[in-house]
């Protein structure tokens, strides 16, 4: 036998040793080509000049959150854009602080509202910046909005504005509020999967996509009252700032026919005719006026300007080199799960380390739990709840600052609090409980695959290849129905009121934060600032810093978190999904992070089902 390769062997190798150095190539190119864009980065000047006479262009963009989603440093990098991000978050206390500052700031006059890609907020949180604009503008300041076309959201916002200018092909588009979801009674029939369902609550529908194909008549009714209590909220306020009626915000499809007929079906001339925007102009026009309101850029191209990250890297706060006496500020945001959960969202084990890392630091002198969520696990919420009550026992006060929402579980760890301040948009209550589980038995059956066996006792054989036996059925209904005894006793008890009192009111109803306020579930109107004044109060201290209590990076965390900052300017943008891939993909993640919370080791959930509309 020829000890010479084969020809075919001789091939092969050949062509994986070709492939083999494209491979090293292009991995030596990405790894010193990264490397070089890290050296010139930390290497150039970072210095960010804030021009006298200027304009602050708030460019926001994605989500409004209290907390940051947690995302990989090198993951994060990769999908940074030098344009705005429509999948980024924006934390709302840096938004608030930038125009703060910018108030006090005599080299800002003008605050340019840009928000073509900003994707939701929610209007509690939309207040907050409005009510910072409207502090800006008392201090003979000017704020304008400039957009392709307003969405309801954007145009909340931008009705702030001392002016609205729209791009003269342009639209706003105003609808109201709605509240759909999709349901499953069907297809999982069709599956012949057995969905077993306990609950609590004449308007506790959480469960209702996997028993039924439609809302029932308490939903609706109690969906109906609270959407009204929001929107009329939105009218109000957007009448005020623009001299409106609010019959003439939303207009019915008839009326906005004639009215569109009116302006040959111009939309921006309508948009202008309603008294929705002040103007309508090109962006050419739009940069002329800026450049005659506050001067000309350097480079001649626009008007004198910086971006809202720019001018929060010019002017955010130097850590204070000794520590004072503080009022602690801990976030609670997301779907309450069990175990350690990274930011944005809430764990049972993670968020209740924060509280206690708070009672073990002699300067937090108390504590502001700050809100943002529509409930989940039972037993979560519970560790967390004991937490607070062991900051109250330590001597440290407890006020709840609710954002957007705080229902169901996200009511339970704030029902033991000193004080509770909700805002008037604030979705809250949900008080009830329900629990939910499926078994595959007849889905099995179906191919042929049955499950028998002997057990020593009935609860020795729950699995969920088989169905479910009636006496256990029975049992876990008991445990849904003591855990919503428990809940509302501890309203009673920490609201001051009755059982009776507090079952009329629950029932897994979900109220806004003025009925919340009437009904005693909350104690007073207000924001983060109004907690944290009420906590220093309670605490008895006068001068104080606030801290945020987070979980600390790494020194290596730390390091590549900067590094990578600085070199994102530096890579080329991120490439984006079309809108109509986004909304698919969108829905259906949607659905998988709904059946993914309920991770009670009870089964047993408070969760608000209204939160997401």
């Not at 706003?172 to 759909?180: F, K, M, N, R, T």
Request: glycine share 6%; with cysteine; aromatic share 8%.
């Amino acid at each position: 036998m020829s000890a010479k390769p084969s020809l075919i062997k001789r091939i092969f190798t050949l062509i994986w040793k070709t492939i083999n150095g494209i491979r090293k190539i292009i991995l030596n190119l990405i790894f010193f080509g990264f490397i070089a864009i890290i050296v010139v980065a930390l290497s150039a000047d970072d210095e960010i000049v804030v021009p006298e006479q200027s304009a602050l262009v708030l460019n926001l963009a994605g989500s409004i959150v209290d907390q940051k989603r947690h995302v990989d440093p090198i993951e994060a990098v990769f999908k940074q854009s030098k344009t705005d991000d429509p999948n980024g978050e924006i934390l709302l206390s840096n938004i608030v602080y930038v125009i703060d500052s910018a108030t006090q700031d005599p080299r800002i006059n003008t605050i340019v509202l840009k928000m073509g890609n900003l994707r939701s907020g929610g209007i509690s949180k939309m207040t907050a910046i409005g009510e910072a604009l409207n502090k800006f503008k008392a201090a003979d300041k000017t704020v304008v909005a400039f957009g392709n076309s307003y969405e309801q959201n954007q145009y909340f916002l931008a009705s702030y504005a001392d002016e609205i200018y729209l791009n003269n092909k342009g639209a706003v588009s105003l609808e109201g509020l709605s509240s759909y979801r999709l349901f499953y009674k069907s297809a999982l029939d069709k599956l012949n999967v057995s969905t077993h369902v306990f609950r609590v609550g004449t308007f506790k529908s959480a469960v209702e996509p996997y028993i039924r194909d439609d809302m029932s008549a308490p939903a609706k009714e109690a969906s109906s009252a609270l959407l009204n209590d929001i929107w009329q909220n939105y009218e109000s306020i957007v009448a005020s700032n623009r001299n409106i009626n609010e019959y003439d915000i939303v207009l019915n499809p008839q009326r906005y026919l004639t009215e569109l007929d009116k302006v040959s079906g111009d939309s921006a001339q309508l948009a202008l005719n309603m008294n929705w925007v002040d103007e309508l102009v090109s962006d050419e026009a739009f940069r002329l006026a800026m450049v005659e309101k506050v001067g000309q850029n350097t480079d001649g191209e626009s008007f004198k300007q910086i971006t809202f990250s720019e001018y929060y890297s010019a002017v955010q706060p130097v850590p204070s080199l000794i520590e004072q006496d503080s009022v602690g500020i801990i976030v609670a945001k997301g779907n309450i799960l069990n175990g350690k959960q990274p930011a944005g969202q809430i764990g049972g084990e993670s968020t209740s380390a924060l509280l206690k890392k708070a009672r073990f630091d002699d300067k937090v002198k108390a504590v502001v739990l700050r809100v943002d969520s529509p409930g989940g696990s039972a037993f979560a919420s519970e560790k967390i709840r004991q937490e607070v009550i062991a900051l109250k026992d330590a001597g440290k006060p407890v006020v709840v600052s609710m954002g957007s929402l705080a229902a169901s579980g996200g009511y339970w760890i704030s029902a033991s609090a000193d004080y509770i301040y909700a805002t008037p948009t604030t979705l809250t209550g949900s008080i009830g409980i329900f629990g939910m589980f499926a078994t595959f038995e007849n889905v099995l059956a179906n191919w042929g695959i049955n499950s028998d066996g002997v057990s020593t006792s009935e609860w020795a054989g729950i699995s969920a290849t088989r169905a479910l036996d009636p006496n256990v059925s029975a049992v876990v209904q008991r445990h849904i129905e003591h855990g919503y005894h428990e809940f509302i006793s501890l309203v009673a008890k920490e609201r001051d009121m009755s059982l009776e009192q507090v079952d009329r009111i629950a029932q897994g109803r979900v109220w806004s934060g003025t009925r919340a306020t009437e009904l005693g579930l909350v104690d007073e109107l207000g924001d983060i600032d109004s907690a944290v004044a009420k906590a220093a109060e309670l605490a008895e201290i006068e001068k104080f810093d606030t801290k945020l209590i987070e979980r600390e990076l790494t020194t290596e965390e730390i390091f590549v978190q900067k590094m990578l900052a600085s070199a994102s300017t530096y890579l080329p943008e991120a490439s984006t999904q079309s809108p109509m891939l986004e909304q698919l993909f969108s829905q259906w993640i949607s659905v998988v992070e709904e059946f993914s919370m309920f991770d009670d080791p009870n089964g047993m959930y408070l969760y608000c089902e209204h939160c997401n509309f």
